[in-house]
């Protein structure tokens, strides 16, 4: 059984608090989180929270219907539990953010500095898809339900780095060729 009653108290809390960064700080740039974390790609915190509240509130309807499946259990706190770390990881790091100097239009990396950069990621991108091949290997070799849900878990989590890695790479590639066609 779920104690949805703390991850309630718990939501309305990070509520209060995004509410309070929203207001101060307005919209940010781009959406603040993944899609395959929230939805909603907003680019303020409140509406991630309403998500949030969203999936608590159905879990609660599954489970007092009594269709909730324990699979299905883990499966929506774990993506709740990322969900709440992820708007909590948000507001810690305002302070540091706001206390960032400011990168003005002037300022650009050496594009020998890209270079190394886009070797660095390559290399990152690299070693995350290894790791997560290794991972998807014993996963299917493993035979307890524990071992495969853990499994399950480091696979889900090595996708995510890889993912930011590429786009990383992404946007690395995008940055050396927009330079090298000005030169």
């Known amino acids: 059984m779920v104690d949805l009653q703390r991850l309630d108290s718990l939501v309305s809390q990070l509520a209060i608090e995004a509410a309070n960064t929203d ?3 307005g919209e940010a740039q ?5 899609e395959q974390l929230f939805v909603c790609r907003s680019k303020l915190l409140t509406p991630c929270v309403n998500e949030i509240r969203h999936e608590i509130s159905s879990l609660r309807s599954e489970q007092q219907a009594g269709k909730l499946l324990p699979t299905r259990t883990q499966h929506i706190c774990e993506k709740i539990v990322a969900q709440i770390q992820a708007v909590q990881r948000e507001l810690a790091t305002q302070q540091i953010r706001k ?3 400011k990168r003005g239009r002037g300022w650009r990396k050496p ?3 890209l270079y190394q950069d886009l070797a660095q990621h390559q290399d990152w991108e690299r070693r995350l898809s290894s790791m997560r091949r290794d ?3 014993m996963l299917s070799r493993c035979t307890t339900l524990a071992e495969q849900q853990k499994l399950q878990k480091e696979v ?15 946007k690395i590639e ?3 060729s927009l330079r090298e066609r000005k030169n």
């Open 99 to 101: 206390n960032e100097p």
């Open 135 to 137: 991972k998807e290997l």
């Open 156 to 170: 889900l989590a090595l996708e995510g780095r890889l993912t930011r890695c590429q786009a990383a790479l992404a």
């Open 111 to 113: 594009i020998h500095e």
């Open 23 to 25: 207001r101060q700080r």
């Open 30 to 34: 781009r959406p603040l989180f993944d």
């Open 174 to 176: 995008k940055d050396i």
